[in-house]
């Protein structure tokens, strides 16, 4: 038997006790349809993944580590990770998603304070994330993993996730 696909659907709750760590390495596959319209958020990113201390879709600050989100009318991801002052810290990678193909996507937080992302093997994103003057990476939270907690990704799948303390 293959990996176990999971048709992502709005608020499905995979997981509610996962203790998360400063430091991990997170893998999982993606195929997106297509993008979430344009038009219903213009400026705001749709969520696919959610790693969180919050259980549902939240209002207002929280941590997420990771998050990853979809841009609107492309298949761009956004990569966020939340450190003692903000949960909007991260990496876009500029490389797109290819439409209705798996994507190996690997999110890495590591030691010299920089978050890397990789799509098949191929970092396309790094940056430090904290450290002077940014804040300090986040203790381990004991945390909910979610899928889609936006429900304007319909037909996009997730496969094979992967958590690992580094």
């Known amino acids: 038997a293959g990996p176990v696909k999971t048709q992502v659907a709005a608020n499905k ?11 991990f390495r997170l893998t999982l596959d993606i195929k997106l349809g297509s993008p979430p319209s344009p038009s219903h958020h213009s400026d705001q990113w749709a969520s696919i993944f959610q ?5 549902g879709v939240g209002q207002g600050p929280r941590a997420r580590n990771p998050i990853i989100m979809v841009m609107p009318g492309a298949y761009r991801l956004a990569i966020r990770a939340s450190n003692n002052v903000t949960s909007d810290r991260g990496c876009d990678p500029v490389t797109l998603l290819e439409h209705n ?3 190996t996507v690997q ?13 098949n093997g191929v970092n396309v994103c790094q940056k430090r994330l904290w450290g002077d003057p940014w804040g300090q990476a986040l203790d381990s939270m004991a945390a909910f993993v979610y899928l889609a907690l936006d429900e304007y990704i319909a037909d996009a799948e997730v496969r094979s996730v992967i958590y690992e303390k580094r």
Do not use: C, G, M, Y
Request: no cysteine.
């Open 107 to 119: 999110i890495e937080l590591k030691p010299n304070d920089r978050i890397t992302v990789h799509f």
């Open 101 to 103: 193909e798996w994507t």
């Open 51 to 55: 790693i969180t201390n919050e259980t």
């Open 13 to 23: 709750l995979l997981a509610d006790d996962l203790i998360t760590q400063k430091l």
